[in-house]
């Protein structure tokens, strides 16, 4: 009885401290300060920030504009690596710190060579703060032809879109493999590499790139889509089975009645 009381008294204090933890593990003063001043100083960043896909994978201010999240005074300053705001043509490697291979294909292309004469630079396309995730709707007559025709990005749209279906489709019948309780965990790598490998390609804006190279792709998403099929044919197959367990438990349950309706009719 003691010896229970000391156990909860225990987990009472744990509890507490585990519960002061998150509390202060997430207090971001870039966040806090600048959510707190007006315009696009402030609260135009931050709460389209709150809103990108970088929030939710927990990539913050100071991942992108260095500094000290943690130090209010010294927050912005050289010595805690605080770098500002960069200038166009330094924006791509800006984002390529982590985006390692799309910096690359961007380079090669056309748009990263006139970066300095009116090409695009990343948040042309995808905006600074308001990072969704990237999809084939990027490629549209109203960002495109900002700046040229809409003839050529058109082309590309057609050469890689039967290939982005194919991914929409993989990834959807893996979430729906999970949901049935498969370990996926190695598909999901597998499509992962092959779309985020097929989607800097897209950065080359080069017709001909893109059309040699989308074959390879195919071939990888059709191996992905065999293992995807095979393991959906045994689920099926479990279900049929499982279907005809409950069928011949029924037969069996109604034969039974059958029997003891003859014996009591007997009586
Ligand atoms: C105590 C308030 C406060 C904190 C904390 C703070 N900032 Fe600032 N920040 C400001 C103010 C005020 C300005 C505008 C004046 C200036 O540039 O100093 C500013 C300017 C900026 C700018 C624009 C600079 C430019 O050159 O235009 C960026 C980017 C920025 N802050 C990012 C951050 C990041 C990242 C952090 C956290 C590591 C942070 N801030 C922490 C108040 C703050
Ligand atoms: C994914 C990287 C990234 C993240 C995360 C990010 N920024 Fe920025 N920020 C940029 C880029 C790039 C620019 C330059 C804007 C441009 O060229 O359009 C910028 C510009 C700014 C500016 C200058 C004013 C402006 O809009 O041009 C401020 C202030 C700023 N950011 C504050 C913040 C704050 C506060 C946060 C966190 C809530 C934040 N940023 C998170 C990339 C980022
Ligand atoms: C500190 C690392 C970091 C920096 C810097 C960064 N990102 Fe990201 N970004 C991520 C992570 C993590 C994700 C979410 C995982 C993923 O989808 O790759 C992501 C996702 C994205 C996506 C969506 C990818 C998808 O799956 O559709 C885009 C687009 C993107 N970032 C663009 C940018 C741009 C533009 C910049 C510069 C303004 C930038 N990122 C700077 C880490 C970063
Ligand atoms: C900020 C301006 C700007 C925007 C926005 C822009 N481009 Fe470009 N793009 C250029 C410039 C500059 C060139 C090189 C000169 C030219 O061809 O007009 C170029 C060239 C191209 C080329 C020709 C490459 C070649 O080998 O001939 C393609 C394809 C292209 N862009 C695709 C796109 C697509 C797709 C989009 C929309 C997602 C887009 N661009 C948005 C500025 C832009
Ligand atoms: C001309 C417009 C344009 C420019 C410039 C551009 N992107 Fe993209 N980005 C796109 C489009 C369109 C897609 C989707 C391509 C697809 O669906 O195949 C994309 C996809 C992405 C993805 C998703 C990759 C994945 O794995 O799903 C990331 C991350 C990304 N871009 C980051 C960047 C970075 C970083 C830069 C600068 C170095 C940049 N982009 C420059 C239009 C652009």
Same mark, same amino acid.
């Given at each position: =009885?003691?010896?229970? !009381?000391?156990?909860?008294?225990?987990?009472f204090f744990l509890l507490i401290f585990v519960g002061t933890l998150p509390a202060a593990a997430v207090t971001d003063v870039c966040i806090d300060c600048h959510g707190g001043l007006a315009?696009?100083l402030g609260e135009i960043p931050t709460a389209e920030w709150q809103t990108s896909i970088h929030a939710r994978h927990r990539i913050s201010c100071h991942h992108c504009h260095g500094g000290d999240p943690t130090d209010y005074v010294k927050a912005m300053t050289?010595?805690r690596g605080f770098v500002?705001?960069?200038?166009?043509?330094?924006?791509?490697?800006?984002?390529?710190q982590c985006?390692? /291979?799309?910096?690359?294909? &961007?380079?090669?292309?056309?748009? /990263?060579?006139? @970066?300095? !004469?009116?090409?695009?630079?990343?948040?042309?396309?995808?905006?600074s703060h308001a990072v969704q995730v990237?999809?084939?709707?990027?490629?549209?007559?109203?960002?495109?032809?900002?700046?040229?025709? &809409?003839?050529?990005?058109?082309?590309?749209?057609?050469? @890689?879109?039967?290939?982005?279906? =194919?991914?929409?489709?993989?990834?959807?019948?893996?979430?729906?493999? &999970?949901?049935?309780?498969?370990?996926?965990?190695?598909?999901?790598?597998?499509?992962?590499?092959?779309?985020?490998?097929? #989607?800097?390609? !897209?950065?080359?804006?080069?017709?001909?790139?893109?059309?040699?190279?989308?074959?390879? !792709?195919?071939?990888?998403?059709?191996?992905?889509?065999?293992?995807?099929?095979?393991?959906?044919?045994?689920?099926?197959?479990?279900? @049929?089975?499982? /279907?005809?367990?409950?069928?011949?438990?029924?037969?069996?349950?109604? @034969?039974?009645?059958?029997?003891? #309706?003859? &014996?009591?009719?007997?009586?």
């Amino acid at each position: =009885m003691k010896k229970i !009381f000391i156990r909860a008294n225990l987990l009472f204090f744990l509890l507490i401290f585990v519960g002061t933890l998150p509390a202060a593990a997430v207090t971001d003063v870039c966040i806090d300060c600048h959510g707190g001043l007006a315009g696009q100083l402030g609260e135009i960043p931050t709460a389209e920030w709150q809103t990108s896909i970088h929030a939710r994978h927990r990539i913050s201010c100071h991942h992108c504009h260095g500094g000290d999240p943690t130090d209010y005074v010294k927050a912005m300053t050289a010595e805690r690596g605080f770098v500002g705001v960069p200038e166009h043509s330094e924006v791509p490697a800006f984002c390529g710190q982590c985006h390692v /291979g799309v910096e690359e294909d &961007y380079w090669e292309s056309l748009h /990263g060579q006139v @970066i300095d !004469f009116g090409g695009p630079n990343c948040v042309t396309c995808h905006e600074s703060h308001a990072v969704q995730v990237a999809t084939i709707d990027l490629i549209n007559e109203i960002s495109c032809s900002r700046c040229h025709s &809409y003839e050529k990005p058109a082309l590309i749209k057609e050469e @890689i879109s039967a290939t982005e279906a =194919m991914l929409s489709r993989l990834e959807a019948s893996i979430a729906s493999l &999970y949901r049935v309780g498969i370990d996926t965990g190695h598909l999901e790598d597998e499509l992962f590499a092959t779309r985020n490998s097929f #989607r800097r390609l !897209f950065h080359s804006v080069d017709i001909d790139k893109i059309r040699a190279e989308t074959a390879g !792709f195919d071939a990888d998403l059709e191996q992905t889509k065999a293992t995807i099929d095979e393991l959906e044919n045994t689920l099926g197959k479990r279900k @049929i089975a499982g /279907g005809a367990l409950v069928l011949l438990l029924l037969l069996g349950g109604c @034969i039974a009645l059958l029997i003891r #309706r003859t &014996y009591e009719g007997h009586e």
